[in-house]
């Protein structure tokens, strides 16, 4: 989403640690805890893309409880990290934070700086992380820290001075360090061959029995190394997610990041605060997007659109000038394949419109209220504007599509195409049975089911003559 300079200190080569071994018992979900979604995506899938805005050489992602489902995901997932190695390294038992980046010593060089993240924590951004990676520089321990009224629960930054000594969990906190503020966020960076020292001093004599990873501070102290803190005010940045209600204010914070960027661009949001993008949105100029839209995949709105009330639009392009109205549910298939959905220029959809995989409209197409079209080309000026099915079609320019007619696409076993060459005019409540071609500037007249190809430029009427029987009298008891 955001976009930054990459990190361009050759010097300092990054090896992204990504804890993800926890179990997340107050999420209560069979899931595992990064495989829940924000904005469409798992959570451990935004750690990886931040990652991959870091430039980083590799990710080790430290994985444990539900490791098979976790390690899946990322295998599956060609997101952002096309072009840098993801390696996977169980931790089992899971004894603490050190423990877990213990896992990965084997992985990493001594040559670089070990930036350590978690799975759980998904809106970090990348330039806090390369300001972080600034202040380590090879030769100090960075830690990333913030000011919380209510620190309960966070290891405490212990200083002497302004000089950072220790962090103390709080359940090991005396109540002089528990008044304590600054906390530590759970990020930091350092350099890889002292890590990989400290790491191997560890122990586990303390109020929980784990590894503690923050007990390296120490270390780096008794060493001569400086810890920096660098501290940050942004709270959304270093929070973690351990249960639906903090998953779903994470998920707002992240769909504010995106409405405020977007208003930043020039787009009219009606309401930053109902407005749903899980993917990415493009937007030209002079776009307008009224309340409640949801936006998923890859959607591009060119110049001028405007999208109505209570959409929900996926993997879709749409063209200059387009209308979308009220309640109109576009769904593409995947993006840059014939799935994806084309909207031209100028066209009006809605509003309770369907467009479905592979519906590709030109420009001024109109389609409207309870109409669908599925993999379906609509040349430049069609219409559909009431209840209609329009399915495996080919329509022509200025073609005009009856009220309640539809193509019958399936034959129970077989898809198969209709044709309606330019200028038809289909009448209401048809059904055009394929395989068929309606001739340019054929007229097709209401209530017809055609099974037969037509000529251009003819009448087609295929239903049962009208009989009008005179002074008809109707049954009577
Ligand atoms: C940790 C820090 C604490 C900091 C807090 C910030 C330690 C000892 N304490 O505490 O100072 O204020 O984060 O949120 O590091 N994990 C594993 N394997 C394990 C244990 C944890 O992979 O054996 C993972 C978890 O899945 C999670 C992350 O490490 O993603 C942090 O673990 P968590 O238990 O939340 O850390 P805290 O005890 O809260
Ligand atoms: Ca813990």
Not at 216 to 241: E, L, N, R, Y
Not at 273 to 301: H, K, M, P, T, Y
Not at 317 to 344: R, S
Not at 422 to 445: E, F, K, R, Y
Request: hydrophobic share 45%; charged share 20%.
């Amino acid at each position: 989403m955001t976009v930054i300079s990459k990190n361009t200190n050759t010097a300092n080569v990054v090896d992204v640690v990504i804890m993800a071994a926890g179990k997340g018992t107050r999420m209560k979900s069979k899931l595992p805890k990064v495989l829940h979604l924000l904005a469409g995506r798992a959570l451990l899938q935004h750690v990886v893309d931040t990652a991959a805005e870091l430039s980083a050489r590799q990710v080790v992602v430290i994985t444990g409880h539900g490791a098979i489902e976790v390690e899946a995901a990322l295998a599956g997932d060609t997101g952002a990290r096309a072009g840098f190695g993801i390696n996977c390294v169980r931790q089992e038992p899971q004894l603490g934070t050190g423990h877990a980046v213990q896992q990965a010593v084997p992985l990493l060089g001594d040559d670089g700086i070990v930036v350590v993240l978690s799975g759980d924590v998904p809106l970090t951004r990348a330039d806090t992380l390369m300001h972080l990676i600034a202040a380590c520089g090879g030769n100090k321990l960075a830690l990333l820290t913030i000011d919380f009224v209510d620190p309960a629960g966070y290891g405490r930054i212990v200083r002497q001075g302004q000089v950072v000594r220790a962090i103390v969990e709080q359940k090991d906190a005396s109540p002089e360090q528990r008044a304590i503020t600054e906390v530590y966020s759970g990020i930091m960076a350092a350099p890889a061959r002292a890590l990989k020292a400290w790491l191997a001093r560890l122990g586990n004599q303390n109020a929980q029995g784990e590894y503690y990873l923050t007990d390296i501070v120490k270390f780096a102290v008794a060493d001569g190394v400086p810890v920096v803190a660098h501290k940050i005010t942004d709270a959304c940045q270093v929070a973690g997610v351990n249960s639906p209600l903090q998953l779903a204010e994470l998920e707002r914070a992240y769909q504010k990041r995106v409405a405020v960027q977007l208003m930043e661009q020039g787009v009219r949001l009606a309401d930053p605060a109902r407005l749903d993008v899980r993917g990415v949105l493009q937007c030209g100029r002079d776009v307008s997007i009224d309340v409640n839209c949801v936006f998923e995949g890859q959607v591009s709105l060119g110049e001028g659109v405007k999208i109505g009330a209570n959409c929900m639009i996926a993997n879709a392009t749409i063209a200059a000038g387009a209308v979308i109205h009220p309640f109109t549910h576009i769904e593409g298939g995947q993006p840059g394949t014939k799935d994806a959905i084309e909207v031209g220029a100028g066209a009006r959809i809605g509003p309770f419109a369907r467009l479905r995989p592979g519906a590709k409209l030109g420009s001024d197409v109109h389609i409207g209220n309870f109409v669908e079209v599925k993999n379906s080309t609509l040349a430049k000026g069609a219409k559909a504007n009431h209840l209609a099915y329009l399915g495996d079609a080919t329509v022509g320019e200025r073609v005009n599509f009856g009220a309640g007619s539809i193509t019958a696409n399936y034959d129970g076993a077989f898809k198969h195409r209709t044709v309606i060459e330019a200028d038809v005019h289909v009448g209401s409540n048809c059904v055009l049975i394929a395989p068929l071609t309606i001739g340019a500037g054929g007229t097709v007249g209401g209530g017809s089911t055609l099974t037969k190809d037509t000529p251009p430029g003819a009448l087609s009427v295929a239903r049962a003559r009208q009989v009008s029987i005179a002074n008809w009298k109707r049954p009577a008891k």
